[in-house]
């Protein structure tokens, strides 16, 4: 699958939105995600699944398991673990902090791959990264169906993303797009 090709996909699930969004910051953008959009297609989902479990094969190898945070990794982790052969599971918040559940465990020594459905600041993924460590796993990569962090975030791993994309945005006075007189939406309500 070429990089198109992943682009088209989002596209056309609605995960990427592109117009002229009123973003809950305040400051407008010409582009919105809502990574969930595309999770609710199971194909579309495998086929991302695959284009990134392909990539993390060729940085790092096979990991013996991959694990993802709740709620958005979960189907992320899950898809990418069937691509590599290896079996999946995920983090959840207790009293907000990060841990495994439901007698999930990663075993010392094992190679982990931490799955992610959005990359912004990547703090959810430094805390599994931290669970895993902890349980004695090695993080041999980190996976994302989206990086939005605009090349900021850094894992001390490789990163391995379906679609790395920019966000600009604007203040409401400075937005090229009211200038030229588009309605903003506000993302969600599609007015
Ligand atoms: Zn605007």
Known sequence: MTKEQVLDIFLRSDALLEG?????????SNRYVQCAQVLQYPAYTGQLAAFLAERVREAVGTPDLVVGPAMGGILVAYEVGRELGVR?????????AMTLRRSFAVKPG???????DVVTTGGSVKEVMEVVRKAGGEVLAVASLIDRSNGVVDFGVPFQSALSMEVISWEPEECPLCKEGIPAIKPGSRT
């Open 20 to 28: 002229h969004f009123r973003l809950t910051s305040g400051r407008h």
């Open 88 to 96: 999946s599971i995920f983090t959840e918040r207790e009293n907000g």
């Open 110 to 116: 094992e190679k982990v791959v931490v799955c992610e």
